[in-house]
């Protein structure tokens, strides 16, 4: 069982910038996609972005030029670098660990709040 631990969220005014952290307890963690996804109330949980064991990234529209997807092999740990926060990107903030070996592995870490106010 892999655990991941989000942290960074936190209130920041529209324009400002945060950081998210996620550490895992992955053994083989440079084996894993990453990804960060996000729930806001009353909506779906949607995918911000995603980082392959090569750092390829993949970007939601909404966030693309704003938010950086990142991850640190040696300390089992991705990032979401977010500036120019908007109110529209309150919500939930997920971390996700995946990857397809003789079965799946999907793993999820409990959320962090991001609020951005106006």
């Known amino acids: 069982q892999v655990q991941l631990v989000e942290s960074g969220g936190g209130l920041v005014q529209a324009g400002g910038s945060l950081r998210l952290s996620c550490a895992t307890s992955?053994?083989?963690?440079?084996?894993?996609?990453m990804g960060w996804y996000r729930q806001a109330p009353e909506k779906q949980r949607e995918l911000v972005a995603t980082i392959t064991s090569g750092r390829s990234t993949n970007y939601a529209d909404s966030v693309k030029a704003r938010f950086t997807i990142s991850r640190d092999n040696a300390k089992n740990t991705a990032y979401l670098q977010m500036n120019s926060l908007k109110p529209e990107d309150t919500a939930v903030y997920y971390c996700?660990?995946?990857?397809?070996?003789?079965?799946?592995?999907?793993?999820w870490g409990q959320g962090t709040q991001v609020t951005v106010s106006s």
């Open positions: 992955a053994t083989i963690f440079s084996t894993y996609i």
């Open positions: 996700n660990a995946k990857k397809v070996a003789l079965r799946v592995y999907d793993y």
